[in-house]
Each structure stands twice: as C-alpha cells, then as structure tokens.
C-alpha cells in the first residue's frame, strides 16, 4: 500500500473517533495507521502483508499503554463529595431556634439547616456543618 493511503486511513479513523461515542479505542488504531504510514514513507515497513501485521501490532499496543491513562486524564478530578462540608462555617439566612430548620448560607449557596445545637441561631451568626444529609446541614452554633 502507498504511505498516502495509511496516512488518509489514520485520518479517517481519527474523524471516526471524534464523531463516535466511546472510550479511547478507534484513536489508537488511527495513530497505527499513522506511524505505518510514515514507516512506509521511509520504505522502512515491508511488503504489505507486514505492513497489515505491523498496524495491528502497534495499534494494540498503543491502546494498551496509553488508554488507560488518556481516560483519566480526560475525566478530571473526582467531584467533592458533601462529607466534605463538615466543619464548613455557615450563617443562618434567619434566626433558627433549637432542634428547629431554617436557610442557611455556606460557599454561597442557601441551604436547608436544621440547629441541633443547645442554644438558638441568630441571623448571621457563625455556626459549624456537624453532619451532612442530602441537603439538609446540621449545625451548631461556632464556639469562640
């Protein structure tokens, strides 16, 4: 096969991957089709039955060495969980008697609260996250 040929299947199979739904897998085959190009290119692939040989062999392996880390890189950082909130300072949006729910405010957001402290909130007073459920926070007044 001409090297053109590789180089336009790498292309296509590069076009296939962007327009396709999936996880990483056509790509690799695109970037075989690409380096047996430039291989045959160099006349440094062999017959064609060879070069057949030699896309499937470097596609593979590519795919092997490269996916996993290519879907991780692509994915991002895992999402902060709520459990992480706990000990966040939030200010109630109104008072908040004990054992009673109300709108708080914490990084910016309205939350329900619910005071399972011994002493009521007043509106804007400091108060910690104990626990978190759903979206439901549960304080206590801040300790100075």
Known sequence: MDWWLWILLGLLLF???LTTPGGFYILFF????????????FKAA???WFQFILFSAVS??????????LVQLTRGRPSESVDSLVGEVALP????????????EMRG?????R???????ARGQRCRV???EGLMIFVRAESN
Do not use: H, Y
């Open 60 to 69: 593979v392996f590519c795919l092997w060495l490269f996916r996993e880390k």
């Open 93 to 104: 949006l109104e008072d908040i008697s004990v054992n009673s729910v109300g709108k708080a």
């Open 46 to 48: 062999g017959p064609p």
């Open 115 to 121: 005071n399972i402290g011994d002493q009521p909130l």
């Open 30 to 41: 695109g970037i075989g089709a690409v380096i047996v190009g430039i291989l045959v290119g």
């Open 130 to 132: 104990e626990r978190v």
């Open 109 to 113: 957001t309205s939350w329900n609260t």
């Open 15 to 17: 076009i296939a991957e």
